[in-house]
């Protein structure tokens, strides 16, 4: 009896994105495997960051599909999808108040148990509830966005070069987070410039130049090595 393969956790066919007079991404073929942290990697402008977004509905193709688990997210509903798979972004932005008042933004009807297990979830202190936002030091700040996306409990977290602002402590604290999720069985799906924290996360792969995809595979796989972006054009990011 054949075996029934579960469907990707991202697929791309054939996307393509236009922005004005310039394709952002060409042709792009690529699938991310549902579990685990899959690494976006690629120079400056390779791509990366928009096919991040494209797996939220923050961008959608101007061509092509993107399946989420096997469906078209053409055929989602843009917030409903957004509640499934979560996004942190390379900037933290609190907003005004509390930390409480931006878990609340996100999850209006969340209880206290609910904000305290977000903020468990991203090393942050009970105490923090009261803290107000614009008072957070950098790392805080990062992590009590990450709380402000696990409040709505995603089922995938986005994680678009979240800790290239950060001191190396912090940055290490936010991988060691995005591990202890993946291992939870939410799958992160990361983009970053830093070929040691690829080194150091990633267990899939994905390699981006010029809006393609030029080499995906098991992290373990020797030759995708030779397709990774030499130091200075990582260092540039994108």
């Not at 402008?45 to 096919?51: A, E, F, I, R, V």
């Not at 799958?187 to 994905?206: K, N, S, Y």
């Amino acid at each position: 009896m054949a075996t029934v393969s579960a469907p990707a956790l991202f697929q791309f066919d054939q996307v393509q994105v236009v922005v004005g007079d310039r394709s952002v991404l060409e042709g792009v073929d690529a699938v991310i495997p549902d579990g685990g942290i899959s690494v976006l990697v690629g120079p400056s402008g390779s791509g990366k960051s928009t096919m991040l977004r494209l797996c939220n509905r923050l961008v959608v193709p101007t061509a092509g599909r993107v399946l989420f688990r096997g469906e078209d997210l053409a055929d989602s509903d843009p917030l409903s999808h957004r509640r499934r798979v979560g996004m942190v972004f390379q900037q933290p932005v609190p907003f005004g108040g509390t930390v409480r008042d931006n878990l609340r933004v996100a999850a209006p009807g969340a209880t206290r148990e609910r904000m305290l297990r977000a903020l468990d979830r991203a090393h942050l202190p009970a105490v923090m509830l009261e803290r107000p936002a614009g008072e957070l030091s950098g790392g805080e700040c990062q992590r009590a966005c990450l709380a402000r996306t696990l409040v709505t409990e995603p089922e995938v977290l986005l994680m678009d070069e979240p800790t290239s602002a950060l001191d190396e402590q912090a940055r290490l604290a936010l991988e060691g987070l995005a591990r202890k999720l993946a291992g939870d069985g939410v799958p992160v799906v990361w983009v970053t410039h830093d070929l040691d924290q690829v080194g150091r996360l990633a267990d899939h792969v994905i390699v981006m130049a010029e809006g393609r995809v030029i080499a995906s595979g098991a992290a373990s796989d020797r030759a995708l090595e030779a397709h990774l972006p030499a130091p200075a054009e990582a260092r540039a990011g994108g």
